[in-house]
């Protein structure tokens, strides 16, 4: 059944999930989300794009990204304003997209 299950999905793109960590600038605005720069670079984002983060309940927040190398690859650092709106606890994966224009 497990099988069954990864072949279906062999063709589905799931959107990145990154583990929440508290950010490393802890002077940073309410709507800043840290990300190590290899991930910016994979996910073809840039400095002050703005992206949609989605957590728990179909909660949804915007966000401006900066480049935080002080961050581990695969994680982001989230203010605990936006970890409390997006109703997060730590650690948790979330999911973002690129904001579209």
Not at 1 to 19: D, N, S, Y
Not at 48 to 60: N, S, T, Y
Not at 75 to 85: C, D, H, I, L, P
Request: proline letters at 7%.
């Amino acid at each position: 059944a497990a099988a069954l299950h990864t072949e279906e999905l062999a063709g589905v793109k799931l959107p990145p999930r990154f583990i929440v960590q508290r950010p490393v600038d802890k002077t940073a605005d309410n709507n800043v989300l840290e990300m190590h720069p290899d991930d910016l670079e994979a996910l073809e984002l840039f400095e002050g794009d703005l992206v949609q983060l989605r957590g728990k309940l179909r909660r949804r927040f915007y966000a401006n990204v900066v480049a935080q190398p002080g961050l581990e690859p695969g994680s982001v650092g989230v203010n605990e304003t936006m970890r409390r709106n997006l109703r997060l606890k730590f650690p948790v994966g979330i999911a973002n997209a690129k904001m579209r224009a």
